[in-house]
């Protein structure tokens, strides 16, 4: 049997011939109707039947499927190997790993260290990474899906990292809600954890998910050490980063902190007289009345990172008022004193850091550097992703100058680029070879950087995109609650217009935001390509009506499965 045709086939076990056949409409269903019911089943108490239903997800042939999938077609790494080298790259091999696994159970696998590798960070220093075998990430994911749910019906709504339909911008959008004029909230307690996934407590994760069905493999993988140049080394505490399940363990360890601190609500708002917090994974900040409680909070949190076996970063954690300003996640916050109708009023804007400017600064500068000599298509190809990600990062927030200073700080090193490209040019030239109006008539710039061979390749500008205020995500709203169907679908296509170019939502509308292939949302972790329905090979045409926007991992499928196809 190639496909799953019901609901029910999806968790029994089923021999599979064709990777390209299988209906994933099905698959994506089953799975997340067997999150939203224990999603429920938890807000409702219903203990036993949680147990029941987080057996059934591992056990489910659907959620190894849409595992196997995730892991080798989707994630990022899905070409990085672990400590056994062993890659899963073609439908083929998807086929008889599907085939192998589907015969064996977790409680038997045995779970290999992971391979240390290292990535740098904003300060310089370097960012250690744990890479688990494709097995064992696999099994990560199997076990996250049916773990996760059960938490996001626990989780603080103040808390914003490493959760689904939840980001950066949600906890920004929060700390504005919470430091607008009217509050009396007036000093910020900055805390940030020294070394957080390096250092949490085993055994208090374990007794966290003490009523867990295979609790013991989180155990093995919390053990399982890791292989640095060739040498083991054990693991006595963390979860490593790399990790499919490392941030939600993570998560889960980190819970309670406003119960710790004694922060109390009212229905779904705080209560009068509380502090706030807003916590996006091991960064957060608290907000205080008075010096002297944000001070105290050294000592509030002093159970709550002892039970977890965590300490503050001294250089990072500290107490400030809200008209000194703070960073929080890119971004600079701080009250002003402004004039306003002849009246002297506080107002709190919300701008990028310098820290965060700085950085995509010199990426820009990188990239320049990187590429001098070479094509200016293949600058712009560059420039191009770098410069729309942080424009629509800021573009929530008061970003406007920041926008003039990128653009201007691109165009001088374009002007740089091109005269060391060509020195023996005039400047005259230059300009005529390489500046062109917007091909689109949008904008009214007349001097963009332009590939001289294809005038629709320009570089992007900064100040295109529109500064729009994000609306934040509702209290504990979560994707795996049932009753938000509308909600999420209505906020899914909100996302999607914002963060994406008029030629894609122009081709998102067209299919009701949704990959015609796998009949899943658009909006998500996958990256999506445009796809022509009619094959160029075969006659097809670049026009709006023979286009269609897709998931990259469903265009990779159908291309292969057009290639082995007969005749």
Known sequence: MNTYQKHKSASSSLHITNWELINWKNINKYVKRLRQRIFRAEQLGQKRKVKRLQRLMIRSNANLLLSIK?????????????????????????????????????????????????????????????????????????????LEPQWESRFEATSYGFRPKRSTIDAIENLFTKLNSRSNKTWIFEGDFKGCFDNLNHQYILECIQDFPNKNVIYKWLKAGFVNNDTFNETETGTPQGGIVSPLLANIALHGMEKE??????????????????????????????????????????PYLKKRGLELAEDKTKVTHITEGFDFLGFNLRQYNVRNRGRDEKRLLIKPSNTSIKKTKQTINDIFKTYLGRPVRELIYKLNPVIRGAANYWSSQVASQTFSIMDHHVFNKTVKFLKRMHSGKSWGWIKKQYFRPDHTGVSKDKWILTDPNDTTKQVKK?????????????????PDDPTLKEYWKKRDEKEFLRFNTLSKQKLAKKTKFKCELCKQPLVGEESLEVDHIIPKYLGGKDEYKNLRLIHTSCHIQRHQKEMNCPG
């Not at 062993?86 to 779970?111: A, D, F, G, W």
């Not at 100040?463 to 729009?468: E, F």
Request: net charge positive; glycine share 6%.
């Open 462 to 478: 900064f100040r295109w995109v529109p500064i729009k205020r994000h609306l934040m995500v509702k209290f504990k709203n979560s």
């Open 261 to 302: 601190i004694g922060i109390e609500y009212r229905g779904i708002h705080i209560k009068r007289g509380s502090n706030a917090l807003v916590r996006y994974a091991d960064d957060f900040v608290i907000l205080c009345k008075t010096r002297d409680e944000a001070e105290n909070m050294y000592t509030l949190l002093a």
């Open 70 to 146: 995730r892991i080798t077609q989707v994630n990022k790494g899905k070409r990085t190997a672990g400590v056994d080298g062993y890659k899963v790259l073609s439908p083929k091999e998807r086929i008889k790993l599907y085939n192998t696994m589907c015969r064996q159970t977790i409680r038997h696998h045995k779970v290999k260290p992971a391979r240390r590798t290292y990535i740098p960070k904003k300060n310089g220093k370097l960012r250690p990474l744990g890479i688990p075998t494709i097995k064992d990430r696999i099994y990560q994911n199997i076990i996250k899906n049916a």
